[in-house]
């Protein structure tokens, strides 16, 4: 059995959007910073005032690990190796997730990259990144 993510209260407008196809984090209300991973104030200012903003799903590749053991062997058996990375979004924020799409080996730093969703349940959609297609 994969392990499935468990929305939290704080974490729900996040899972609820990428099952809609799109990628968000939080915008302070205040002073205007993005943050991701979902908490409840500003790690600026400390502001509970926030919403829940929509990103490019483009981003950069930041830093990355690729996995051949995972803690985990059964449920992920049919995934190795695969790539864990921090990926830094358009908008600023850095982000843990999954790089798809290509040969750990074509990784490189700072490659362009773009959000892919990935339904695993009626409720959990997966949000990876995969290399941005080329643009003219
Ligand atoms: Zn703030």
Redesign the pocket.
């Known amino acids: 059995m994969r392990p499935v993510p468990q929305p939290t209260e704080i974490s729900r407008p996040f899972w609820e959007a990428t099952r809609r196809g799109e990628l968000r984090v939080q915008r ?6 993005m943050w991701w991973t979902p908490q409840l104030a ?1 790690p ?4 509970e005032r926030y919403e829940w903003a929509r990103v490019s799903g483009r981003a950069t590749l930041y830093s990355w690990s690729v996995v051949h053991r995972p803690a985990d062997p059964v449920a992920f058996a049919d995934e190795i190796p695969y790539v864990v990375a921090i990926v830094q979004l358009e908008e600023g924020p850095h982000m843990l997730t999954n790089v798809v799409g290509c040969e750990p080996g074509e990784l490189r730093a700072r490659m362009p990259l773009e959000v892919a969703f990935e339904p695993l349940t009626d409720e959990i959609t997966l949000y990876k990144f995969r290399p941005a297609a080329a643009r003219s």
């Open positions: 302070c209300g205040d002073c205007g910073r500003c600026e200012c400390l502001s």
